[in-house]
DNA sequence: GGGAAAATCTTGGTATACCATCATACGACA
DNA sequence: TGTCGTATGATGGTATACCAAGATTTTCCC
């Protein structure tokens, strides 16, 4: 925090591209659009206010980020989710994140301790909130300080493409399982871990709430069809 | 394998831009562009012969992949690659094949057994041939038989992905290491703990590769500075 | 009512133009 | 001579127009 950090003109570097595809990857995940849909691109032109360079080339990026497939002759459509690649999902996110946890745990230093109480306190508060979406993101805030404090930044990267993919029906988890009953408990135990350097016990607590997160995410998807 | 596959014109969806995509990653892969090499954008135009759109939706595409960074306001560089993210790498990759592995070795039939002893084999033929994208591919093969089998196939994507960002330096560490000393036997541990239906050895077998992999890249790119 | 032909929509692809920024080079002035 | 300012070119970002081909919808005739 020295001066010539507080001199830097911070120039955003927001290219409309970088908007464009923020816009449509948070429609995606809100849900806005469905697995299957259309994204038709004069029309996404015009609902963005941008022009077809920058659609399309927003379209790419989400293309290659799994979150939007292009069908051979007709057009890119919003990705469908079926529990097959949900199942995938939890089990990779189960292997990444039960090994951040154990890394976080096994480094931790007060500073990292004191940012992942914050966290859970984050998560805590957004609980008490009717909206899922600050539970949603508190969760990812918790993680992310998990992730990025074991110096695990490409998993992490990995994680929240994955999370993407899945991210309605991590919505709907988290509106469920993860806000009534053992969420926050699973939460508090993987910050209570991590505050006794316990590597194990973390990863532990880790796979735990995943397991429940999967177990809810089957009966969901499998109801559905 | 009914008729109607048999005559069904499989009419390669080849749009110009996925052609792009893969020259541009192959030239990478095979090091034709160097970490930090400015793409300019006019120039891969006449290159590749092909117009500016189709060029700049495939560097969005390799951007999305990692191959490609696009500084603020310098345009798109070839993605560098230092040690700590080829460790991220290789602790990603020992987390995902082994699991793969372990799975694989849990459900497979004598099909894949024989699939993957057929893939064995192309490394071992691979293994004699001077040229090291031979040996490149069959290991690539032999991986693909694992994940595709034990149906990780988003895993599988990860994994792709992951080496195409290491590419490089996973060209070179086959070309030492594997094709040297290691490498085929620990694939042919890898392959026999398969046949055996063996989940913990072919997990151990697959942890002891990317280990001795990661600590041949380790040497190399620490040298390099 | 069903099916074929036509109209329309949409994507893939190209070319072009315009602007802002950045780097370079060149020239003027102290 | 050295430094500053400006002209210029290269490049990326964005927009627009156009065309061909495939996909979809509509229409119209039997």
Redesign the pocket.
């Known amino acids: 925090m020295d001066q010539t950090d507080d001199l830097r003109i911070d120039h955003a570097p927001l290219?409309?591209?970088a908007l464009a595809v923020d816009r449509l990857r948070s429609a995606i995940i809100a849900g806005r659009f469905q697995g299957g849909d259309?994204?038709?691109?004069?029309?996404l032109c015009d609902q963005l206010g941008?022009?077809?360079?920058?659609v399309?080339e927003a379209i790419r990026y989400l293309e290659a980020e799994g979150l939007v497939e292009?069908a051979?002759?007709?057009?890119?459509i919003v990705a469908r989710l079926d529990w097959d690649q949900a199942r995938q999902v939890y089990a990779i996110r189960r292997l990444l994140e039960a090994d951040a946890a154990a890394a976080c745990a096994r480094v931790a230093s007060p500073a990292v301790k004191a940012d992942v109480a914050s966290a859970l306190a984050g998560i805590e508060a957004a609980f008490a909130t009717p909206d899922n979406r600050d539970l949603y993101a508190a969760t990812t805030a918790f993680y992310r300080v998990i992730f990025t404090s074991a110096g695990h930044h490409i998993a992490w990267e990995i994680v929240q493409r994955l999370n993407g993919r899945i991210s309605r029906l991590r919505a709907l988890t988290l509106g469920t399982t993860d806000r009534k009953l053992s969420g926050p408990a699973h939460m508090a135990r993987i910050a209570a871990a991590i505050g006794a350097n316990d590597p194990e016990a973390a990863a532990t607590a880790v796979r735990a709430h995943l397991d429940e997160a999967a177990e809810i995410a089957r009966l969901l998807l499998e109801g559905q069809g």
Do not use: F, N
């Open positions: 290219t409309l591209r259309r994204l038709v691109e004069r029309t941008v022009s077809r360079s920058v399309r292009t051979p002759r007709a057009g890119p």
